[in-house]
């Protein structure tokens, strides 16, 4: 009886933790998934094209060597208000209607809105990039949540570049626990798989 009741306990541990657990902490969780050899470092790439009256444009590229590690993102962007803008990754990859079909910030595990440190936020978090007078950006992180393996991949997905400054869910706004209040997005892309 007490095997049984072990068991189903076990059983009933949500996957999501399971998994923010094997992420942020880097340890084996019994799975064979991503533990063949034959896995080889995982890379993608977003180019993102402005939407109607903005011109802000850039490439994200993503590196990822194995399921345990920490995704690699570096990105460049021109064209830009000189200031703070979010960058997020959304949930869906439909650019149908532009950036607007990319739908909510990508949030598998039902969080709220975080900068990309917080201990609480949503997996598409990345924070802000900043521009200079001439326009231009760079963003690199190496981060625990975004994933190009497993159920979780950020694959098909979307990059959005915002308009305004990510509050990073502490600004007080109606919004900064959903989208960090950073407006309109300006900018968007696919994020696809890149060749080694």
């Known amino acids: 009886?007490?095997?049984?009741?072990?068991?189903?306990?076990f059983a009933a541990i949500p996957f999501?933790?399971?998994?923010?657990?094997?992420?942020?902490q880097g340890q084996a969780n019994g799975r064979a998934e991503c533990q063949d050899p034959a896995d080889e470092?995982?890379?993608?790439?977003?180019?993102?094209?402005?939407?109607?009256?903005?011109?802000?444009?850039?490439?994200?590229?993503?590196?990822q060597p194995h399921f345990y590690s920490k995704c690699k993102i570096d990105a460049e962007f021109s064209c830009l208000s000189e200031g703070?803008?979010?960058?997020?990754?959304?949930?869906?990859?439909?650019?149908?209607?532009?950036c607007t079909t990319t739908?909510?910030?990508y949030n598998p595990f039902k969080k709220t809105h975080g900068g990309p440190d917080s201990q609480v936020r949503h997996v598409g978090d990345l924070g802000n990039v900043v521009a200079g007078p001439s326009g231009l950006a760079e963003y690199h992180s190496e981060d625990s949540l975004v994933t190009l393996f497993g159920a979780y991949s950020v694959l098909g997905r979307s990059c959005v570049l915002h308009a305004?400054?990510?509050?990073?869910?502490?600004?007080?706004?109606?919004?900064?626990?959903?989208?960090g209040n950073s407006g309109g997005?300006?900018?968007?892309g696919v994020i696809g798989t890149c060749m080694p």
């Open 164 to 179: 305004g400054e990510d509050d990073l869910g502490e600004g007080g706004h109606d919004l900064s626990k959903t989208t």
């Open 1 to 9: 009886m007490t095997s049984r009741v072990a068991a189903s306990a």
């Open 103 to 105: 739908g909510p910030h």
């Open 16 to 24: 999501a933790a399971h998994y923010l657990n094997a992420k942020t």
């Open 185 to 188: 997005r300006v900018a968007c």
């Open 84 to 98: 703070k803008h979010g960058f997020h990754v959304h949930q869906f990859g439909n650019l149908l209607e532009g």
């Open 41 to 63: 470092t995982r890379r993608a790439i977003c180019v993102l094209d402005p939407q109607p009256n903005h011109t802000a444009k850039g490439v994200v590229r993503f590196e």
